[in-house]
Nanobody, 125 residues
Framework: QVQLVESGGGLVQAGGSLRLSCAAS????????MGWFRQAPGKEREFVAA????????TYPDSVKGRFTISRDNAKNTVYLQMNSLKPEDTAVYYC??????????????????WGQGTQVTVSS
């Protein structure tokens, strides 16, 4: 129901920071929970962060907790992922996703309905 376009990926040295953006279409953006996932070559898609429709609840896996922050600006139909203290193991294609699920912030990829094309993040050692 929404179209998503990621941007902000690139090459960064270990310990550096990067901010990803996801621009969404449609007036219903504020009713969707939003999430970020990533996938490295030869590995399964991994949950990174999620935020409720109101922005009042966020959740992260232990692998990024304390380093990554998800936020949203419903007036701009945009969700962000601020990534600090980046590590080489963070290297992956990062995908933005929208969920119509009744859960406030799903962490399972199957609960997301719409996906962006992805943006590459490469962290050098």
């Amino acid at each position: 129901q929404v179209q998503l376009v990621e941007s902000g990926g690139g090459l960064v040295q270990a310990g550096g920071s990067l901010r990803l953006s996801c621009a969404a279409s449609g007036r219903a953006f504020s009713t969707y929970a939003m999430g970020w996932f990533r996938q490295a070559p030869g590995k399964e898609r991994e949950f990174v962060a999620a935020i409720s429709w109101s922005g009042g609840f966020t959740t992260y896996p232990d692998s990024v907790k304390g380093r990554f922050t998800i936020s949203r600006d419903n007036a701009k139909n945009t969700v962000y992922l601020q990534m600090n203290s980046l590590k080489p193991e963070d290297t992956a294609v990062y995908y933005c996703a929208a969920s119509r699920n009744l859960g406030i912030a799903p962490s399972t990829s199957s609960l997301y309905n719409d996906w962006g094309q992805g943006t590459q993040v490469t962290v050098s050692s």
